[in-house]
């Protein structure tokens, strides 16, 4: 793992076409802006571990399950739509 140093309104470029800057620090968070190609998928981590957590319980539920999981998360949000 790289560690860098940075400070506001510094940043670095990770290969040629993403570039990173510190936008603002405050007490215990930093706000970065993180500008890249619309095709790079950017996700946080805790977001990345659901979406592969899903995935995965996906891959292992048979497919009935899986229609019915989907069946009701549309009712779901139409019902919360309304």
Known sequence: ????????????????????????????????????????KIIRNELYDTERFNIQAAVNKPKSELISSFINARKNKNINND
């Open 1 to 40: 793992m790289l560690v860098l140093t940075r400070k506001k309104d510094e940043g670095f470029i990770v290969s040629d076409n993403i570039k990173i800057t510190v936008i603002d620090i405050s007490k215990d968070r930093v706000k970065i802006g993180i500008d890249a190609p619309a095709d790079i």
